[in-house]
């Protein structure tokens, strides 16, 4: 199983941006996917994750409002659309995927088995 993450850029203060992530050798059917953040020098955080079949969604306290994640089916692809960004949210995200994940665990990275890449989310003016 391949990730591909891409989306990422520059935007300022207040914009918004569409992070993708396009699984390769497996559908997402069945899986969680989730989408994490790491700025230089700090943990990979949570941002956000999609359990596929039921299509239940879950954020951390810091995007909510602000960051939507959705999944494409035809395109085995999942979104995030990421409004009203803030310079805090400069850093590089990864999307990360698990096919046995229980809903419990899907906050934390060590739980995912496959990654994609991570591309850079840059905000400034």
């Known amino acids: 199983v391949q990730l591909q993450a891409s989306g990422g850029g520059l935007v300022q203060p207040g914009g918004s941006l569409r992070l993708s992530c396009k699984a390769s050798?497996?559908?997402?059917?069945?899986?969680?996917v989730g989408w994490f953040s790491q700025a230089p020098g700090k943990e990979r955080e949570f941002v956000a994750a999609?359990?596929?079949?039921?299509?239940?969604?879950y954020y951390a306290d810091s995007v909510k409002g602000r960051f939507t994640i959705s999944k494409d089916n035809s395109r085995n692809t999942v979104l995030l659309q990421m409004n009203s960004v803030k310079p805090e949210d400069t850093a590089v995200y990864y999307c990360?995927?698990?096919?046995?994940?229980?809903?419990?665990?899907?906050?934390?990275?060590?739980?995912?088995?496959?990654w994609g890449q991570g591309t850079l989310v840059t905000v400034s003016s």
């Open positions: 990360a995927a698990d096919w046995s994940m229980i809903r419990s665990s899907l906050y934390y990275a060590p739980n995912y088995d496959f």
């Open positions: 050798g497996r559908t997402f059917s069945g899986s969680t």
């Open positions: 999609l359990r596929w079949r039921a299509g239940s969604t």
